[in-house]
């Protein structure tokens, strides 16, 4: 059975950091993409960055790049969300998912990962 797992949300000060992390289980990490989306009240659950399956390929959602940075441990069978500079509109759950695919791939479409974790509520304070 696989399972994701999202840790390390919480509530923080604007300008703040947090670190999410993301546990696999029941699963060859190492075959997946993993990505992180996330999902704020009255909206649709949108990208946030992605990583490939051996971490040489990232992707990052405009809004955040340069504040946030995925990374991923494969011996870990973790992948982390660094945010960095938080800003209240990146208050959401955040949501850790894997996609079954080929080597360089790290897709922003949703539609694409098999796999997604319960989400973690990250609140950003103004």
């Known amino acids: 059975q696989v399972q994701l797992v999202e840790s390390g949300g919480g509530l923080v000060q604007a300008g703040g950091s947090l670190r999410l992390s993301c546990e696999a289980s029941g699963l060859t990490v190492s075959s997946f993409a993993m990505g992180w989306f996330r999902q704020a009240p009255g909206k649709e659950r949108e990208f946030v960055a992605a990583i490939s399956r051996t971490g040489g390929i990232r992707n990052h959602a405009d809004s955040v790049k340069g504040r946030f940075y995925i990374t991923r441990d494969n011996s870990k069978k973790t992948v982390y969300l660094q945010m960095n500079s938080l800003k209240p509109e990146d208050t959401a759950v955040y949501y850790c998912?894997?996609?079954?695919?080929?080597?360089?791939?790290?897709?922003?479409?949703?539609?694409?990962?098999?796999?997604w974790g319960q989400g973690t509520q990250v609140t950003v304070s103004s």
């Open positions: 998912a894997a996609e079954f695919t080929n080597p360089w791939y790290a897709t922003s479409l949703k539609d694409e990962y098999e796999y």
